[in-house]
């Protein structure tokens, strides 16, 4: 037997993932009226009740409350019988303005001396397991969700399903992270209480996630992850009973509170620093994506099989202060005498190849712009980039003028997910005569 690694997600119902797409929800709306906006948005989630508290300095006006409340139905929590909905729901807000102490330290009379906007360090990760260099078990948990998410917009199928949920996949490794099998799945679902018999209602449940669900699983997934389906994995389908009282009413959301499902799912490590709510000048979120684009360029271009890479700032500071590469003994690199290079060493090279300046990274990914509701829910990495015209609220040398619905507005083309791009492949192979 080999060794059992799990990891979890959670779908855009669960009150924690809630919070989260509200608080990019307002930072994007800010960024859409004024790309400069600094925010730093935290929101709460309970039985009817949905607070949004930080700190901003922006030019823009936000409607907090229709922003708030459209973010909410969109989700799907529209009916007052789960007793938190957009249309009925409270909305407070308790935003007020960034601490000048803190804005001096970002803001620089030279934009590219722009600091870094708080301390820490932020990690990136990438293996070979799947198509998008994302671990297996991280993957498939947001899958299972994602198809779950999607068989409810639908409407066709399982017709009881609510928008709360979790998955949880447990893979059976041998040495070398070489994956044999899967061992467990789980997946616990809020449902409508559409059967007096609680035993029937749960097995309905069971049985439309093994008929329903998991096929459609299985039919999105390359030939070599669908051969680890064997027939002796363990389902558990709301192994505590039935799950109708979910959402922000079952348990409070707080922005911030899944930042391993945000990441790699356990795999490869994390600073400690939530994403969402933040704008690109705090390096919790941007440097973040900076080393998960570095990690993902390092595997495509051969470097290593596996990759982590961490990067640390000073508060006020632009360049960092520290970096660091792990290949975990995976790394194929050689010098000219043939000396396999040490992970050192591919750091000092990386360094030469990547600009870690707050400043850069928000330029290389468009990180000014409304781009970030979508990363809210099932994990910022690992999603495919992809571009899109948007409406914003200011004009500049980048934005053009359409007509839409007998109204011309600005609108602005930008990419979505920019950090996933290999755009850097063949420069790191030029570098290291790959």
């Known amino acids: ?13 669960h009150p924690d993932k809630v919070a989260d797409q509200i608080s990019d929800a307002v930072l994007d709306e800010m960024l859409r009226n004024d790309p400069a906006s600094k925010v730093a948005v935290e929101t709460l989630v309970t039985t009817g009740l949905a607070v949004v508290a930080g700190e901003v300095k ?35 807000s308790a935003i007020h303005e960034q601490s000048p102490d803190i804005n001096q330290g970002v803001e620089r009379a030279v934009a590219e001396d722009q600091g870094a906007g708080d ?9 070979r397991e799947m198509d998008n260099l994302m671990p297996l078990t991280s993957e498939l948990s947001h899958i299972f969700l994602q198809e779950l998410a999607a068989i409810r917009r639908e409407g066709k199928q399982m017709k009881y399903l609510g928008p709360d949920a979790k998955s949880q996949v447990t893979i059976e490794y041998e040495k070398g992270w070489k994956p044999l099998r899967i061992e467990s799945i789980v997946i616990s679902t809020q449902h409508d209480a559409f059967d007096e018999d609680e035993e029937r209602m749960l097995a309905k449940i069971r049985e ?9 699983v299985k039919r999105s997934l390359p030939s070599s992850v669908k051969k680890l389906f064997k027939n002796d994995y ?18 409070t959301g707080l922005t911030g509170r899944k930042i391993i499902v945000d990441a790699y799912g356990g795999r ?23 080393t998960r684009h570095i990690a993902k360029n390092l595997v495509a271009a051969g470097v290593a099989d596996e990759v982590l890479v961490q990067v640390a700032y000073a508060i006020g500071v632009a360049r960092p202060v520290g970096f660091y590469i792990n290949t975990f003994n995976t790394s194929k690199v050689k010098d000219a005498s043939g000396r396999k290079y ?11 190849i990547f600009d870690l300046r707050p400043f850069a990274i928000i330029q290389r990914f468009g990180l000014t712009n409304p781009i970030f509701k979508p990363t809210a829910a099932y ?9 899109a015209e948007i409406e914003v609220n200011y004009s500049d040398k980048d934005t053009f003028v359409k007509e839409v619905n007998g109204r011309k507005a600005n609108f602005k083309k930008v990419e979505f997910f920019a950090w996933e791009k290999l755009d850097y492949v063949e420069k790191i192979k030029s570098v290291f005569n790959l």
């Open 1 to 13: 037997m080999g060794y059992l690694f799990t990891s979890e997600s959670v779908s855009e119902g």
């Open 58 to 92: 922006t030019n823009g006006y936000v409607d907090i409350q229709s922003l708030v409340r459209d973010t909410i139905n969109q989700i799907g929590y529209t009916k007052a019988s789960y007793r938190f909905d957009g249309n009925s729901c409270g909305v407070l």
């Open 119 to 127: 301390q820490g360090m932020m990690f990136g990760y990438a293996c």
């Open 208 to 216: 439309d996630v093994e008929r329903i669900l998991i096929p459609r």
């Open 234 to 251: 363990k389902l558990w389908v709301n192994p505590t009973g039935k799950f109708v009282i979910g959402g922000p009413h079952g348990d």
């Open 268 to 290: 490869g490590a994390h600073g400690g620093g939530a994403f969402s709510g933040k704008d690109a000048s705090k390096v919790d979120r941007s440097a973040a994506y900076a």
């Open 342 to 352: 040490l992970d050192s060493e591919i750091a000092q090279k990386v360094q030469q």
């Open 379 to 387: 994990g910022h990495f690992g999603r495919d980039p992809y571009q």
